[in-house]
């Protein structure tokens, strides 16, 4: 039983460029969320989603920034254009209800 | 904005059990606080959660107060690879589980 699966695990990107991030759910689960986590930092809500729509996407920086959940495939969060501050830890989690979820052991984006 | 809070650190020794607080004043009748953990820069890891009854599993247990306004989990004999960063979730926050700050918690050889 595969738990929750993140590609790429480390990502690097010069300014300017796009980064994609992929998250597949464990078997069963329909609900995705993405989380960011800046070096020392705590773990920030970007974005939840059930298959093929954005539920709550009230975490995601109003440019750039883009997520979906096709119906099928993985989850992908989309970043354009990327700049220095976007270098984080991108983490997905996903439940088959809400409340327990399973988290990726996270994407590490890194912008040079 | 995080509706729980929790003490930024604490330190126990190993084989000693760790109490770690959490106040979730703002929580209603029927939602759920739960529990997690970071160990380093690992992924979190769901621990346990709980309503109104205090709740056990193998990795901890979890007492509620009868107001529900704070809780306490409990891992009953710590080891070194229980350092983590410890997360109390309130459901109130709604779809986003907000994680907060948590509490590091350091096991002590």
């Known amino acids: 039983n595969a738990g929750v699966m993140q590609n790429p695990r480390h990502l690097v990107r010069r300014r300017g460029q796009e980064a994609r991030l992929r998250c597949s759910p464990m078997k069963g689960h329909s609900h995705v969320y993405w989380y960011r986590q800046l070096p020392e930092e705590g773990l920030k809500f970007m974005v939840y989603l059930q298959k093929e729509n954005i539920i709550d996407e009230s975490g995601m920086p109003k440019e750039r920034f883009s997520a979906e959940f096709p119906k099928e495939g993985p989850s992908i969060l989309r970043i354009q254009q990327v700049v220095r501050g976007d270098s984080a830890a991108y983490f997905c989690?996903?439940?088959?209800?809400?409340?327990?979820?399973?988290f990726g052991e996270g994407s590490r984006l890194t912008v040079l | 904005d995080a509706k729980t809070t929790q003490p930024p650190s604490m330190d126990c020794a190993e084989g000693r059990a760790a109490n770690l607080p959490c106040n979730h004043s703002t929580i209603s009748g029927n939602e759920y606080v739960y529990w997690y953990r970071q160990i380093h820069s690992q992924g979190p890891q769901y621990i346990i959660h709980?309503?109104?009854n205090n709740e056990t599993n193998e990795m901890a247990s979890l007492i509620i107060t009868e107001d529900r306004k704070s809780s306490t989990l409990i891992l009953p004999h710590a080891t070194l690879r229980d350092t983590a960063v410890y997360y109390c979730?309130?459901?109130?926050?709604?779809?986003?589980?907000?994680f907060g700050t948590g509490t590091s918690l350091t096991v002590i050889p």
């Open positions: 979730i309130d459901e109130n926050t709604g779809n986003q589980f907000y």
């Open positions: 709980g309503l109104k």
């Open positions: 989690a996903s439940s088959r209800y809400t409340g327990e979820l399973f």
